[in-house]
């Protein structure tokens, strides 16, 4: 027990020593609007000097495609084919701190769990961190959306995504916009993009009504947008000379089951290479060449 207690400590001190400290609180009133209107916009949550040693890091990720292997690299609006001739127009890394760990150990990850917990309690933990890339001139939108479309309908999700770009984010390349209090529906009819079910990305039915009343929240680099699971939510095109980098966490209590049956018919629908990239290395021996 002693022994024990002894390396608790130890391993205390260690991550108080190598974990950079939260520098960020809510206000009772920002945390009063997150809930009202189902999203938040704060203008920094880490450093400059982070966001540049972020971009170079973000970059050779994505120069690297890393994870295309396991299914953790993706184009979110194309049949995202090895052999298409087509650069991705909306390339997506899942869960991007497995290949740089130095993502765990930022300011940015400290603050950002940190008004995490305000949010939705000290019982909140991160739940995951993914990467979408928009390259200058060709960056697709990302459609209309909630993110609770892509999950497993038979769970109830209780998450904060925090949506940091690495540059100045704008209308112009891409910055979030919101469909204020649309958090408190369920979630809506969606579609795969174009209605091909050989893509990833998802859309709602109906986009121009759902898009009524939308706010644009344009934000410095290193700023932070964040919004909960069913907030409807959309980036535009990005028509600038330089890429739009957003690197995303998602935080929350884990999801409970659903009382009431739903369908998810999109997710019924959808075969595409990359659940095929990502079966084949669940099904792949760990020590096997890929
Ligand atoms: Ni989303």
Same mark, same amino acid.
């Given at each position: 027990?002693?022994?024990?207690?002894?390396?608790?400590?130890?391993?205390?001190?260690?991550?108080?020593?190598?974990?950079?400290? !939260?520098?960020? /609180?809510?206000?009772?009133?920002?945390?009063?609007?997150?809930? @009202?209107?189902?999203?938040?916009?704060?203008?920094?949550?880490?450093?400059?000097?982070?966001?540049?040693?972020?971009?170079?890091?973000?970059?050779?990720?994505?120069?690297?495609?890393?994870?295309?292997?396991?299914?953790?690299?993706?184009?979110?609006?194309?049949?995202?084919?090895?052999?298409?001739?087509?650069?991705?127009?909306?390339?997506?890394?899942?869960?991007?701190?497995?290949? !740089?760990?130095?993502?765990?150990?930022?300011?940015?990850?400290?603050?950002?769990?940190?008004?995490?917990? /305000?949010?939705?309690?000290?019982?909140?933990?991160?739940?995951?961190?993914?990467?979408?890339?928009?390259?200058?001139?060709?960056?697709?939108?990302?459609?209309?959306?909630?993110?609770?479309?892509?999950?497993? $309908?038979?769970?109830?999700?209780?998450? =904060?995504?925090?949506?940091?770009?690495?540059?100045?984010?704008?209308?112009?390349?891409?910055?979030?916009?919101?469909? $204020?209090?649309?958090?408190?529906?369920?979630?809506?009819?969606?579609?795969?993009?174009?209605?091909?079910? @050989?893509?990833?990305?998802?859309?709602?039915?109906?986009?121009?009504?759902?898009?009524?009343?939308? =706010?644009?929240? $344009?934000?410095? $680099?290193?700023?932070?947008?964040?919004?909960?699971?069913?907030?409807?939510?959309?980036?535009?095109?990005?028509?600038?000379?330089?890429? @739009?980098?957003?690197?995303?966490?998602?935080?929350?209590?884990?999801?409970?089951?659903?009382?009431?049956?739903?369908?998810?018919?999109?997710?019924?629908?959808?075969?595409?290479?990359?659940?095929?990239?990502?079966?084949?290395?669940?099904?792949?021996?760990?020590?096997?060449?890929?």
């Amino acid at each position: 027990m002693f022994e024990w207690l002894e390396s608790f400590e130890w391993l205390e001190w260690l991550e108080s020593e190598i974990m950079p400290s !939260a520098t960020l /609180q809510l206000t009772p009133d920002q945390i009063a609007f997150f809930h @009202r209107e189902g999203y938040l916009s704060i203008s920094a949550i880490t450093t400059a000097d982070e966001v540049v040693q972020l971009c170079g890091l973000y970059d050779r990720l994505f120069e690297t495609r890393a994870g295309r292997d396991v299914g953790d690299h993706l184009d979110l609006t194309s049949h995202d084919d090895d052999s298409e001739a087509q650069a991705p127009s909306l390339p997506q890394i899942l869960n991007p701190a497995k290949y !740089a760990p130095e993502l765990a150990n930022t300011h940015l990850r400290a603050n950002a769990s940190a008004i995490a917990r /305000q949010l939705f309690g000290p019982s909140t933990a991160f739940r995951f961190d993914h990467a979408i890339r928009k390259p200058a001139r060709t960056g697709a939108a990302t459609p209309w959306h909630q993110d609770e479309a892509y999950a497993d $309908p038979a769970l109830d999700y209780h998450e =904060v995504s925090i949506w940091i770009p690495l540059q100045e984010a704008t209308v112009e390349n891409g910055c979030m916009w919101f469909v $204020p209090r649309s958090h408190t529906l369920d979630v809506v009819p969606h579609h795969p993009i174009g209605n091909d079910p @050989r893509i990833v990305g998802l859309e709602v039915d109906n986009p121009d009504a759902v898009a009524t009343g939308s =706010v644009a929240c $344009p934000l410095p $680099p290193g700023g932070a947008t964040l919004h909960h699971c069913r907030t409807l939510h959309y980036t535009g095109p990005n028509i600038s000379a330089g890429p @739009r980098r957003a690197y995303i966490l998602a935080f929350g209590a884990p999801p409970t089951r659903r009382e009431s049956l739903r369908r998810f018919i999109w997710l019924e629908q959808q075969h595409t290479n990359w659940h095929e990239r990502s079966l084949a290395a669940k099904k792949r021996p760990r020590d096997a060449p890929t």
